[in-house]
């Protein structure tokens, strides 16, 4: 005689994301399907093998792929531990949900160990057809930027995230990196992004001044490089300390300043004008004596303001920026939903009841694989 034995129990699921911020709203989703919800950051390293034996369902929540020399407290997925994730899917059949946002699905998945296992295929340094990009990235390097956030300074997580940013560029795409205190200096000027792997070293020597950024002075140099590239998208990001912010009025360091005198809020709603948008990061509190004037400056020059107190955001912040900008298959907008083939996922699922989203990462559909959802322009 023969048994067999069915042992059901509520399904083990490991969320791993690059940050130690839970994501609330996908883990409410598994609580309520009755699953058994483990959290793990990165931070505090990457699952092995045996860890992996002990859950049915691997979650990615828009995890970050690690960068060979980053510098960086922010961790991503190493080449090991997608190999583990590899083995785990297709010797163990577990299961792995890959999720998109400022870091899943970008650029730096192509070619990765993971990518073997993605139901789409991911375009390296962004889409062929989209319009060629002309970036300024300006760095505040005042004396506050020496501040520690871990066993990092402040200017050292934002070089490392201009960096990153930069490689989500395709080699034609032109950049420009620079630090500024009174005045700009350019560590790689403007010029084509394949060039920037060979000077990474000069723009990690970038060292603290003192004073604040001249936030005037870094606007005026960077559209005025700008202006000289063919390039149909111009953009500019300026990272800046939101409590020494100095130089919001033309050649006035210090507040107050004569309000005649041409402001940079100005400046950029100009440069807006002219085709060249600007956002702004902002490290420091809602509260600090400059929040207001640089969320003024993004706003007047078509841009979006960020505003973070830890530097370990500064990469993910740069990074999406930089995708969004440049259209670099990062899709920030509103998005309606609808059906695509018939999918156990959406059993039970009234088409009307599917909301908008805000935006969704661009892929190639691998021939394999089935698409559930489609936007009204069929991605």
């Known amino acids: 005689a023969r048994a067999l034995a069915v042992v059901e129990g509520r399904p083990s699921v490991l969320v791993l994301t690059s940050t130690g911020d839970r994501p609330s709203l996908l883990v409410d989703a598994l609580t309520r399907a009755d699953a058994e919800v483990r959290f793990q950051s990165l931070e505090h390293g990457e699952p092995d093998g045996e860890a992996l034996s002990e859950v049915d369902l691997v979650v990615l929540a828009d995890v970050a792929i690690a960068r060979a020399g980053e510098i960086t407290l922010l961790p991503g997925l190493s080449p090991e531990g997608q190999r583990t994730l590899v083995r785990y899917v297709g010797r163990s059949g577990g299961g792995l949900l890959v999720l998109g946002g400022s870091f899943g699905f970008g650029p730096e998945y192509a070619g990765t160990p993971l990518a073997r296992l993605l139901p789409v295929e991911v375009q390296d340094q962004g889409e062929v057809e989209n319009p060629r990009v002309a970036l300024a990235i300006m760095l505040d390097r005042s004396g506050s930027m020496c501040a520690y956030a871990g066993g990092h300074s402040k200017l050292q997580l934002a070089i490392e995230a201009a960096l990153a940013a930069s490689s989500t560029l395709r080699p034609d795409d032109r950049v420009g990196i620079a630090a500024v205190d009174e005045m700009t200096h350019w560590y790689f000027p403007l010029g084509p992004a394949a060039g920037l792997p060979a000077r990474q070293?000069?723009?990690?020597?970038?060292?603290?001044?003192?004073?604040?950024?001249?936030?005037?002075?870094?606007?005026?140099?960077?559209?005025?490089?700008?202006r000289a590239t063919p390039e149909p998208v111009h953009h500019v990001i300026i990272f800046s300390d939101t409590a020494d912010s100095e130089e919001q009025f033309q050649g006035c360091p210090f507040t107050p300043c004569d309000p005649s005198l041409p402001s940079?809020?100005?400046?950029?709603?100009?440069?807006?004008?002219?085709?060249?948008?600007?956002?702004?990061?902002?490290?420091?509190?809602?509260?600090?004596?400059?929040t207001s004037f640089l969320r003024n400056l993004a706003s007047a020059a078509g841009g979006r303001f960020y505003l973070t107190s830890r530097g370990t955001d500064l990469r993910r912040v740069f990074v999406a920026e930089t995708r969004a900008a440049t259209r670099s298959n990062l899709r920030e907008e509103a998005v309606a939903l609808q059906p695509g083939v018939p999918h156990p996922a959406l059993v039970g699922l009234e088409v009307a009841s599917i909301p908008q989203i805000s935006g969704f990462v661009e892929a190639e559909r691998r021939s394999t694989a089935d698409t559930a959802l489609l936007t009204p322009d069929g991605h």
């Open 264 to 290: 940079a809020v100005s400046l950029a709603r100009t440069a807006r004008a002219a085709g060249i948008t600007t956002s702004v990061v902002g490290i420091g509190a809602g509260g600090d004596r400059d």
């Open 201 to 226: 070293g000069r723009i990690r020597s970038i060292s603290c001044g003192g004073g604040g950024i001249f936030v005037y002075t870094a606007l005026a140099d960077a559209y005025a490089a700008l």
